[in-house]
């Protein structure tokens, strides 16, 4: 089971209401969940994403909290699915380099 614990969250606002924010950061560590689906234990055993920084969002039309939520879930999804990636990827390329000193 993947445990993802977010220490705090800052939202610039432009034009979006801090009640639509704060309703969406509601169960945004299950939303998030769900978008990254499942990942090999390994992959995952306690990394620290740190600081993570998703851009800005931008709509045509009003969004509401769920809207909201599942934009920066995705976000958030994206990064930390280029993170482990390159994570493993690094920590296979140095056992790789180890061996062959």
Do not use: C, W
């Not at 740190?50 to 990064?79: F, H, P």
């Amino acid at each position: 089971m993947t445990h993802i614990e977010i220490d705090r969250i800052q939202i610039a606002l432009y034009g979006v209401s801090s009640q639509v924010v704060e309703a969406a950061t509601v169960d945004l560590v299950g939303e998030l969940k769900r978008r990254l689906g499942v990942f090999p234990q390994n992959d995952m055993a306690a990394f620290d994403m740190g600081e993570l920084a998703i851009g800005s969002i931008e709509s045509e039309t009003a969004l509401d909290a769920a809207a909201l939520r599942g934009i920066i879930a995705d976000r958030m999804a994206q990064v930390i699915r280029h993170r482990i990636v390159n994570s493993v990827e690094n920590s296979s390329r140095a056992s790789t380099n180890q061996g062959g000193v």
